[in-house]
């Protein structure tokens, strides 16, 4: 067989594994860059959603140096489009006068039935898209959106005593064995 030209599997496989790319075309890792720990302490989390975001090159160079905060963080549905709000990217430190705005408006990258299907639950149930986690994804940045419900203030000491009784059963499992 002459007109063979396809490299062995094997030898394919060595050389994907060599430049530091998976053999399989479906492992992605995820790298966590940020996580918003107050959304699961202030809101009962309904539904989670993956969304793109629409970043310029000094944010997402920011964003591998490992900076971001989304504290204060929520999206928004505008005009049929969803947009991230207060998420601080910090500006990028060798950054010249092509730095981005570090609190602006980012576009969330949704398909069309999916922003109509949040849309119809916000306005219908009354809850609220809260930013979970920023992360990378085989090299693209997403964000881990949530749909969810604010807690009220006994909501949040009830959680809190169950956390605690959970730990008081642990230590004694522990003590125990």
Known sequence: MRGHLLPHPQALSARVKARG?????????RRVIARNRRARHDY?????????????G?????????????????AQITDGEAWLHNVHIPEYAQGTWTNHEPRRPR???????????????????GLTLVPLSLYFSGGRVKVE?????????????QDLAQRDAAREVERAHRRRG
């Open 107 to 125: 576009k969330l990258l949704l398909h069309r039935k999916e922003i109509d299907r949040l849309e119809r639950q916000i306005a219908e149930r």
């Open 21 to 29: 790319r998976p053999a399989t075309a479906g492992a992605q890792e």
């Open 145 to 157: 959106l949530a749909l969810a419900r604010g807690k009220r203030t006994y909501d949040k000491r």
């Open 44 to 56: 009962h989390i309904e539904d989670v959603v993956e969304a793109g975001l629409v970043l310029t």
């Open 58 to 74: 000094t944010e997402v160079k920011s964003l591998r140096a490992g900076r971001a905060s989304l504290t204060d963080g929520f």
